[in-house]
């Protein structure tokens, strides 16, 4: 059974550091990993969708690496912004196509 | 650009009350999912429609029903409101199939007294 996790839980950076987030997962034989971004008390937002055949996805400032084979996904955010606080969250599907998810990471941006 | 949209984004019932949430996609999606998010327990499914005419139980289903009114919508209903559905609702919609990259409605913050 395919199996989710993000690590740290929570994370607090000062403003203008790159970070990475973690995504780990069980099971190598995904379609795809989804990264989603969720303010407090709003709905979940795509960020980057990376195919299992793609390394990375590319958006403005944030980079989604997959690598299958160690089973992990890192999300690379340059140069942070207190705008970019929020919880992130990983999703994989598995193979009746439901979307497994992580527990995600509590980001904070010190300004 | 509506995307995927929940009515009502609050809503506080009594123990036993009725209710039901609407959720409508614009997007021509093929799958329809209802999710539960709790803190410490992350987001849980409770019903999915893969396609038009078919639904499926999720991982939490137990005191829900689910209506896939036609390819737009996709109702949740709750025939006896209790404590333990306090929760944010979510509805989100995918192409379906292997692509799977959900879209998500705003969500529904229920309390349930």
């Known amino acids: 059974k395919q199996e989710v996790t993000q690590i740290p839980a929570a994370l607090s950076v000062p403003e203008g550091e790159n970070l990475v987030l973690n995504c780990s997962f069980t099971?190598?034989?995904?379609?795809?990993l989804q990264w989603f971004r969720q303010d407090p008390g709003k709905g979940l937002t795509s960020l980057l969708l990376i195919q299992s055949s793609q390394r990375e996805q590319t958006s403005g400032r944030l980079n989604a690496s997959l690598d299958k084979s160690s089973g992990r996904s890192t999300l690379y955010i340059a140069a942070s912004q207190p705008g970019d606080s929020a919880t992130y969250l990983c999703a994989v599907p598995d193979s009746n196509y439901q979307l497994i998810w992580g527990a995600g990471t509590k980001l904070i941006i010190k300004p | 650009n509506a995307g995927v949209t929940q009515t009502p984004k609050f809503q506080v019932l009594k123990t036993g009350q009725s209710m039901t949430l609407q959720c409508a996609q614009d997007m021509n999606h093929n799958s329809m999912y209802w999710y539960r998010q709790d803190p410490g327990m992350g987001l849980r499914l409770i019903y999915y429609s893969a396609s038009e005419g078919t639904t499926d139980k999720g991982e939490v289903p137990n005191g829900y029903n689910v209506s896939r009114l036609n390819k737009r919508e996709f109702s949740l209903r709750l025939e006896s409101a209790a404590p333990s559905q306090t929760s944010v609702y979510f509805c989100?919609?995918?192409?379906?199939?292997?692509?799977?990259?959900?879209?998500f409605g705003q969500g529904t913050r229920l309390t349930v007294v």
């Open positions: 989100a919609s995918s192409v379906g199939g292997l692509n799977t990259e959900a879209f």
């Open positions: 099971d190598s034989a995904i379609y795809n």
